[in-house]
């Protein structure tokens, strides 16, 4: 069955720490991944995603994900994360053949200790 | 800004009763997509509008309709509303490719409450 994990529902981390939001999934099909940030009442906006190539992903605001196949994760980094980084937080997976059906994790909430 | 727009704002319906949703794609996009986000929850997947088409739907039964417009614009309907209808309702457009990899670009959201 096609799932995303992320197991830590609440993160808190101090302003200027480093952050990693862990992200694992169960995909049949090789996966296009992604990562979107949402803040409260709000929609969702795209923070990076990986398709193909470099296994190591770019994304705004700073952000980074390492696709690691072997251990089906799709990590999110942040060297210092900023009080403006509070959100909700969430992986998600399509398929290559089709990304018409985006599976999406439960959500991690980040919150920043000042 | 993703250049999707979702209205209205919030909607508070009582149960039984029927609701239409809508939906502004980003231009260029010819693809929409519709979520179902609970409180505390995750998106989840509702259905997918290709070219006025329904292309791929979600866990949701046959209540939960919509329609895809030429210029990509789309309505989510739902009929027979019940309580655990509550919740953001989203929209996603993107551009689908002969490869079939896009990705969605997400509005703001419906906030509905059904009492």
């Known amino acids: 069955a096609q799932s995303v994990t992320q197991p830590d529902i609440h993160i808190t981390v101090s302003e200027g720490a480093s952050l990693e939001l862990r992200c694992n999934y169960s995909?049949?099909?090789?996966?296009?991944l992604f990562w979107y940030v949402q803040s409260p009442g709000q929609g969702l906006q795209l923070l990076l995603k990986y398709f193909s190539g470099d296994t190591l992903v770019q994304g705004i605001k700073g952000f980074e994900a390492e696709f690691k196949r072997s251990q089906s994760s799709f990590n999110l980094r942040k060297p210092s994360v900023h009080w403006s980084d509070a959100a909700e937080y969430f992986c998600?997976?399509?398929?290559?053949?089709?990304?018409?059906?985006?599976?999406f994790g439960s959500g991690t909430r980040l919150s920043i200790r000042p | 800004e993703t250049g999707v727009t979702q209205s209205p704002t919030h909607l508070i319906k009582t149960r039984g009763q029927q609701v239409t949703l809508r939906c502004s794609s980003q231009s260029g996009h010819n693809t929409v997509s519709w979520y179902q986000q609970a409180l505390g929850q995750g998106p989840q997947f509702i259905f997918q509008?290709?070219?006025?088409?329904?292309?791929g739907r979600g866990n949701f039964p046959p209540r939960f309709s919509g329609l895809q417009f030429p210029n990509y614009s789309s309505e989510l309907n739902v009929n027979a509303l019940e309580l655990d209808d509550s919740a953001l309702y989203l929209c996603?457009?993107?551009?689908?490719?002969?490869?079939?990899?896009?990705?969605?670009?997400f509005g703001p959201g419906t906030r509905l409450t059904v009492l």
């Open positions: 995909y049949g099909a090789t996966p296009y």
């Open positions: 509008y290709y070219r006025e088409e329904e292309n």
């Open positions: 996603a457009s993107s551009s689908r490719t002969s490869g079939g990899t896009d990705t969605q670009y």
């Open positions: 998600a997976v399509g398929a290559v053949s089709s990304a018409s059906k985006i599976i």
